[in-house]
C-alpha cells in the first residue's frame, strides 16, 4: 500500500508478465496492502513523491476504498508543491520538476461491502456474498434436524449491502441495516414473526445483522441483543454466527475476475489517455457500463449517505444509495412478510408457473420469487409440474406462500422440467388452461421456453385459451436467449467451470509442462467458454462464433510452446461442445499431444452436466429474484387493464420476453424477437460478450487490438442494477 510508497526501495519493483501470472485464483492482494499512518502527513507524501521519482513514475492506480482514494487525489493535488519542496532540498533536480510536473491518478474500488457510491457493484463484494450464502446454506442443512434461530452477524459498519442482499439470497426472516432502521416496536414485531413460522412448522429463522446496524435514535442494534430478545421473549434456542474476516477471504469469484479484468483495462487507457487537466477519475460500474466518474464528487456522495444517517434521514440514505439498493429493499419487504389474508384484494385471477428446458440453478429462487408477489397481488398461483408434458396431462396444483420457503437456495427444478415443446399437445394444454381458469402465464427457461411461447402465441387464431398474457423469464446456463444479455443460471455454471478450472491448474504445479482442453456446454453459444476463458485465465477458447481453421490452431500451439519455454508452464484451452462438427474435444487434444511432443503433455476434461448442477451461485439467487417479481409486476398490471372488460389478450405486446439489456429491464414481444434470432443454431444473432474476445486474447499475450471505444462498455450485465 502507501506504507512500500513511502519507505520506496524493494517496495517498488517493475511488473512483468510471470510476476502476475497464476495469480487470477488467488484472493487478496499479492503486493499487500496496508494502512499508513506516515502517507496521512506531508512529510510521508514528501518520501512518496521522491520515491516514484527515483523510477520516473507519473502515473498511478489506487486500488481501494474511499479513504485510500481521497489520499490519492490529495498526494496528487500536492504534487507539484513537492516537486519543488524536493528541488529546493536538493534530492532532484530542475529537469526533473520539468520532466514529470504532472501526476495522473486513476481510482478502482476495491471493498467488500459495496459502499462507494457512483458504482453498482466494487471489486470483491460478489466473492464476500458467496462465502456468506456458503455459511448459510451450511447453517440451513444443520437447521433441518433442530429448531433453531440463527442470528448471521455480516461485515458492513457503515452500509447494510451484503446484509441486504444476503437476506433476499436465501429467505432470510428479518434483517437489520444501518440505512434503513427498523420502525419502533420492531421486537415485538419481530417475535410474532417468528412464532408464526414456528407455528407453521417451520424448523428454522434466520436473521441477518449489518454489524454496523442501528435503531432510529442510531443506537446500535448488536446480534447478541437481537438473541437474548428471542431468548427472553420466546424462550427458543437461539445462536449467533459472527462470519467477521471469512468474509474477505477464499478465491474470487468468476463475476470479480472478469469485473476486476475489465476495470484494470479501463483504467490503463484512461491512465493513457489523460492530459495535465484530466481530474482524477475512478472507474466505476454503471449498469453494464464501465464509466469514468471525477473521483472527488463520488467520494463526497458517499459521505453524504453516512452524514444522512448521522442525521437519522434514513429515506435520503437509501435515496443516495442507488435505485439498486432501494429495488433490492423493496423487493426483500414484499418477499418477507405475508399481508393477513384480509388485507389482500382478491383478483379472481388464476395464475400459472412453469419450467421449461434443462435444468439452471436459479429456478427455483425465480418460482418462490413469482409465486409470493402474485399472491401478495391477490392472485391464485398454480404450480405447473414437468413442463408442457406435464402441463398437457393436467399436472396442476395450487401453490402457497409456505410451500415455496426455503426454495431460494435449491439448484435445479422443484417444478421438473422438460425439454418437450407445447406443439403436440396444444389442443391438451388448450383443455388444462379451460379447466384450471388459467388467466396469465409465466414461463421460466431456456431455448424450449422461448420457442414455446412462439408456438403458444402462433395457436391464438385456433385457441382462445391462449389469449392471455403469457411472460417468459431467461434461464439456462447456455446464455442464448434472444432478447436478454443475460440467463439465470448462467453465473453458476460460469464458476463451476472456473472453480474447476483452478483446480486443474494447480493439479499441474507438480508436473510441469502440461497443457489442458477442457470442454464446456453451451450448444453453439460460446458464452460460457468464453467467460470461462477469461475467469479461469485460459491460453485459448474456440467458440462456434468465432470460426476457426487449422491454421489457427496450429499458431495456438506454436504459442503455448513458446510459453513453456519460459516460467509460465502449463496451458489451458477451453473448447465450446459445438463450436466445431470436426475439430472435435478428440482432434483438439490430439493435435496438441503431437505437435507439443518433448516440449509438453497434453489432458482433456469434459465438464458435461456437472456445469448445470450445483447450488446457485449469489448472482443467479438474485437476479431469478428480482426478474421474476418483475414479470409478476407485468402481469398483474396487464391484468388490471382487462378486468370488467372480459378482454381477451391477442395483441402482441401480451406474450413477452422479460431482459435485460445493458442497464434497462425490458418486455420485448416475441414476435418481435424472431427477426434477432439464429433458429438453426439456437442463439441471437447479435451478442454484447464477443466484444470481449481481443481482451481474452492480449491477457493470454496474443498480439491483439482492442478497440479502445468499447472500454467503456463494460457488458457484463448486472442483476445487482436491476
Known amino acids: ?101 504532472y501526476l495522473n491518478v486513476v481510482g478502482m474500488v476495491g471493498s467488500i461491502d459495496n459502499d462507494f457510491c457512483g458504482t453498482d457493484m466494487t471489486i470483491g463484494t460478489d466473492s464476500a456474498l458467496h462465502r456468506i450464502i456458503e455459511v448459510i446454506d451450511a447453517i440451513m442443512t444443520t437447521a433441518q434436524s433442530h429448531q433453531r434461530t440463527f442470528v448471521l452477524e455480516v461485515m458492513g459498519r457503515h452500509c447494510g449491502y451484503l446484509a441486504l442482499v444476503s437476506a433476499l439470497a436465501c429467505g432470510a426472516d428479518w434483517v437489520f441495516l444501518p440505512e434503513s432502521p427498523p420502525e419502533d416496536g420492531w421486537e415485538e414485531q419481530m417475535c410474532v414473526k417468528l412464532s408464526e413460522n414456528r407455528a407453521r412448522k417451520k424448523r428454522l429463522n434466520i436473521i441477518i445483522v449489518a454489524e454496523g446496524a442501528i435503531d432510529t435514535q442510531n443506537k446500535p442494534i448488536t446480534s447478541e441483543k437481537i438473541k437474548e430478545l428471542v431468548v427472553t421473549q420466546l424462550g427458543y434456542d437461539t445462536r449467533v454466527t459472527i462470519l467477521g474476516h471469512v468474509q474477505r477471504g477464499g478465491t474470487p469469484s468468476a463475476f470479480d475476475r472478469i469485473l476486476a479484468s475489465r476495470m484494470g483495462v479501463e483504467a490503463v487507457i484512461a491512465l493513457l489517455e489523460a492530459t495535465p487537466d484530466t481530474p482524477a477519475c475512478v472507474v466505476s ?21 453516512q ?14 444509495r442507488g435505485r439498486s439498493f432501494a429495488g433490492n429493499l423493496n423487493t426483500y419487504k414484499r418477499l418477507a412478510i405475508k399481508l393477513p389474508d384480509d388485507q389482500i384484494p382478491k383478483t379472481n385471477c388464476n395464475v400459472a408457473v412453469i419450467n421449461v428446458g434443462a435444468p439452471a440453478a436459479g429456478m427455483n429462487a425465480a418460482v418462490r420469487s413469482a409465486v409470493r408477489v402474485g399472491i401478495a397481488d391477490g392472485h391464485r398461483m398454480l404450480a405447473i409440474y414437468d413442463g408442457f408434458d406435464g402441463f398437457a396431462k393436467g399436472q396442476i396444483k395450487e401453490i402457497g406462500w409456505t410451500d415455496v420457503g426455503g426454495w431460494t437456495g435449491q439448484g435445479g427444478s422443484i417444478l421438473g422440467t422438460k425439454r418437450v415443446l407445447p406443439g403436440k399437445y396444444l389442443e391438451e394444454i388448450a383443455t388444462q388452461m379451460r379447466a384450471h381458469s388459467i388467466n396469465a402465464l409465466l414461463i421460466i427457461g431456456g431455448f424450449e421456453a422461448y420457442l414455446g411461447l412462439l408456438e403458444l402465441s402462433a395457436a391464438r387464431e ?22 436478454s444479455d443475460f440467463s439465470i443460471g448462467a453465473d453458476t455454471a460460469l464458476n463451476t467451470i472456473t472453480d474447476t478450472c483452478d483446480r486443474i491448474k494447480q493439479s499441474a504445479s507438480g508436473t510441469k509442462r502440461r497443457v489442458f482442453i477442457i470442454e464446456t456446454m453451451g450448444g453453439y453459444c460460446g458464452y460460457l467458454a468464453n467467460m470461462g476463458g477469461l475467469a479461469a485465465g485460459a491460453d485459448a477458447a474456440y467458440i462456434f462464433e468465432e470460426p476457426f481453421d487449422i491454421r489457427d490452431l496450429q499458431s495456438n500451439v506454436e504459442h503455448l510452446t513458446e510459453k513453456m519455454k519460459t516460467t509460465i508452464q502449463r496451458g489451458l484451452v477451453l473448447r465450446n461442445e459445438s463450436c466445431s462438427e470436426n475439430y472435435t474435444t478428440d482432434f483438439i487434444y490430439q493435435l496438441y499431444s503431437e505437435e507439443g511432443k518433448g516440449v509438453f503433455d497434453c489432458r482433456k476434461n469434459v465438464l458435461g452436466h456437472m456445469q448445470q448442477g450445483g447450488a446457485p451461485s449469489p448472482f443467479d439467487r438474485n437476479f431469478g429474484t428480482k426478474i421474476s417479481a418483475r414479470a409478476m409486476e407485468w402481469i398483474t398490471a396487464k391484468l388490471k387493464e382487462a378486468r370488467g372488460r372480459g378482454k381477451k389478450f391477442t395483441t402482441d405486446d401480451s406474450v413477452c420476453v422479460l431482459g435485460i439489456s445493458k442497464r434497462n429491464v425490458i418486455f420485448q414481444p416475441v414476435a418481435e424477437l424472431k427477426k434477432q434470432t439464429d433458429f438453426e443454431h439456437r442463439i441471437p444473432k447479435e451478442q454484447w460478450w464477443l466484444k470481449l474476445r481481443p481482451l481474452m486474447k492480449i491477457l493470454a499475450k496474443y498480439k491483439a487490438s482492442y478497440d479502445v471505444s468499447d472500454s467503456g462498455q463494460l457488458e457484463h450485465v448486472q442483476p445487482w442494477s436491476v
Open 285 to 305: 460500474l454503471n449498469g453494464n457500463h464501465a464509466v469514468r466518474l471525477p473521483l472527488m464528487e463520488c467520494v463526497q456522495m458517499t459521505q453524504d449517505v
Open 307 to 320: 452524514k444522512a444517517m448521522d442525521e437519522r434521514r434514513f429515506q435520503d440514505a437509501v435515496r443516495l
Open 462 to 483: 385456433k385457441h382462445e385459451e391462449f389469449c392471455v398474457p403469457m411472460v417468459m423469464v431467461p434461464a439456462t446456463v447456455s446464455n442464448n436467449v434472444p432478447g
Open 1 to 101: 500500500g502507501y506504507q512500500g510508497m513511502v519507505d520506496g526501495g524493494a517496495n517498488i519493483a517493475e511488473a512483468d508478465w510471470e510476476s502476475v501470472s497464476s495469480i487470477l485464483q488467488v484472493g487478496g492482494t499479492i503486493i499487500g496492502s496496508a494502512r499508513c499512518q506516515a502517507f496521512r502527513t506531508r512529510e510521508g507524501r514528501l518520501k512518496a513523491a521522491c520515491n516514484l521519482l527515483q523510477r520516473g513514475i507519473t502515473n498511478l492506480c489506487v486500488i481501494g476504498g474511499d479513504g485510500s482514494l481521497t489520499g490519492a487525489n490529495l498526494f496528487r493535488k500536492e504534487w507539484s508543491g513537492l516537486l519543488e519542496e524536493l528541488a529546493r532540498n536538493g534530492q532532484i533536480d530542475k529537469e526533473a520538476v520539468q520532466k514529470y510536473a
